[in-house]
Every structure is written in structure tokens, then in C-alpha cells.
């Protein structure tokens, strides 16, 4: 340890209370001058108020601040009125993502249903008309909610949804139409026309094909499908399957009653907000 001075004796360490050298003892202190008793004094009052002063700052800081750890551990963490109000202003008041110049459809209202059909809240957060018994099956999708089937118990029926990254149903059809995505066996196109019906704006394909991936070879099929504009600025897309040979009506009826009670993830809830 360095040296306290400049002489050559041992190295002086602190006690904590004095400096001492080694083990020398430490010399007597010089006689204290006439008034030492009353500076020694007037010292241990001001040490002595320090002290208070530091004990009472403590008092106030455990009282009035509560101390970071036990907030965090224990305290209330609800949200004040203000934090609320805006959670809700960013839940309900923000505007949402419009695909090109395309609105954003109307809110849904409860529709009055064709008999045998029921309204269904889908655990993917949309809610659907579809007929009553069927089956549900999901598949997993790179994009959006998953690819969610309804199928009827004789297997020749088949509502899906599913959501499209696409930034407009025309883009969507145009690339799924394209030489570069795969179809399905025996695809006929027979008509593609835009939809604007005062609920959705969108497009919608008819087609026939032979076989469809993971349905039993009971073709050929009948298709709609159609992709649109939901009530969230995004793109959805419905598609209605059924036998060629039993007529082409109940496939439109299926997607049209379907899209009747559609409503994107957490607008049924604002509609039934407002």
C-alpha cells in the first residue's frame, strides 16, 4: 500500500477509524487547544443532524415511492383511465390497411339465415353462415388465419376461408390464373367477374375441375370461389364446392348465404358495439 508521508517508516493502513502504522503504537495526541471542547461539540451536532436528516429521507422514499422491486413484484399493475382510453382508441379508431384504392367493406349486422344454416364463430376469429352439421378442419398457411374447411357429412360438399396475401382479389386471381401456379386436374375456367353488391368488392371465379386435393375422387367439381374486401381492409377469400352433376346453383347458393353472415376477425364485436 503507498505510503502516508515521504519518510521510509512502515505503511500506514486505515482502520476505519484513524490511520495507524503498522504495529507502533499510535502516539498521544497533542493537548487540544482552550476551545476544542466547544468545536467538538458543535461537530457532533451537525454529524448528529446529518444522520437524522439520512434516516428521515429513507422513511419518505419507503413510504412515498414504494421502491422499484416490490412495484414491480406486487403492485397494481392495472392500466390507469388514460392508458384505457387509448388501448381502445388504438383498437377501434385507428384506420386500417386498404389494399390499393379498394374501401373497406360495411360492418356486419346479424342476417336472417335460409332454414338449416347457423351463424358460427370460428376459433380463427371470423364469424361465417354455414349449414348446420358440418365438420371443420384446418390447415396451416403461410400467411394470415388458417385455411379453414367445412365439410358436409357425405363428404360432397366444402365451404373454405382463408385469407389472401395478395394486395387486391384482381392481383390474386391474376397470379392463381397464371402459368406459374399449379391447378388442379381437369381446371376449366368458366367465368371471372367482379362482385359489388353492397356487402363485399371483390371477384369471383367459377370453375370445374376433376379431382381436388384432399376430397374423394367423386368428380368433377363445381367451384366459386370469390376474394374480397373485408370489413378489415384485408383480403379474404370463400370458395364453394360441390358435384358438377347435381347443377351449379347450390354451390352459388352455399358461397352467397356464407358470405351473408361473414365477418372478418373482431368486427362482429364492433358491430355489435356500435
Known sequence: MEQVGGGGGPAAEWSGVSWA?????????????????????????VVGAAAVAVAVTLVLTSVVGGGDKDDKAGGDTSPSPTEVVSQQSDSYDSPTPEPEEESASPLPSTP???????LYEDEEGFRIARPE????STVGSRYGIDVVNYRSPDSERRLQ???VAEESPGASFAL?????TTK?????????????DGQFTGER????????????????WHVY??????QDGLIYAIAAYGLENDGREDELDLLTTALQGFCAPGTCERASAG
Open 176 to 180: 392463381y390464373l397464371s402459368d406459374e
Open 225 to 230: 370461389d370469390e376474394r374480397f374486401v373485408a
Open 133 to 136: 352439421g358440418w365438420t371443420r
Open 21 to 45: 502504522a503498522g504495529d507502533q503504537a499510535a502516539p498521544a495526541a497533542p493537548a487540544a487547544p482552550a476551545g476544542g471542547a466547544n468545536r467538538r461539540l458543535v461537530w457532533s451536532v
Open 184 to 196: 388442379p386436374d381437369g381446371f376449366e375456367k368458366l367465368g371471372l367477374r367482379p362482385v359489388e
Open 161 to 163: 376461408v382463408y385469407q
Open 205 to 220: 371465379l367459377e370453375y370445374l375441375a376433376d379431382t381436388l386435393s384432399g376430397e374423394p375422387d367423386i368428380g368433377p
Open 112 to 118: 336472417e339465415l335460409p332454414a338449416g344454416y347457423e
